[in-house]
């Protein structure tokens, strides 16, 4: 049941981090933007490390594959392409979108098995959750 919660939350301060980080992009750049984004980033993570962590540092040279340190890259563009999508569609369209996109490229890389996950069972109910979700965007969208 905790996991439930953190994923609402987590939800939730993405959703309110591209509205700030936005904000922030109006009045400085995108790139400057990201910058600050990863950057105190950076400085929350080594705070928290630092106060309840303190696991040594270097077990990052351990890991493997090494692909899959990767993911600070991916954050850096995650930055970008949130604000640029909440720029151009606002918080709402654009959230809705990037949900749908991570449904549906996580539920691909489960049902494939892919970067060491165990391969994973298609069912028909999940593909109609996602059609659901989508038509939830469409209904959200629609115009009269």
């Not at 640029?84 to 890389?109: C, F, N």
């Amino acid at each position: 049941m905790i996991g439930f919660f953190i994923a609402l939350l987590s939800g939730a301060l993405m959703s309110l981090q591209g509205v700030f980080n936005t904000e922030v992009t109006k009045q400085s750049s995108v790139w400057v933007s990201a910058t600050w984004v990863q950057f105190s980033a950076l400085l929350a993570c080594l705070a928290i490390w630092a106060m309840f962590d303190r696991e040594s540092l270097m077990a990052i040279a351990k890991v493997t594959p090494k692909y899959m340190l990767l993911g600070g890259v991916f954050g850096a563009f995650i930055t970008y392409t949130v604000i640029q999508s909440m720029s151009a569609l606002g918080p709402a369209r654009a959230t809705m979108l990037i949900v749908i996109a991570q449904l549906t490229v996580s539920w691909a890389v489960e049902l494939l098995g892919l970067f060491g996950l165990d391969k994973g069972m298609f069912s028909w109910r999940k593909l109609i959750g996602l059609l659901v979700a989508v038509g939830g965007v469409i209904l959200f969208e629609w115009e009269t």
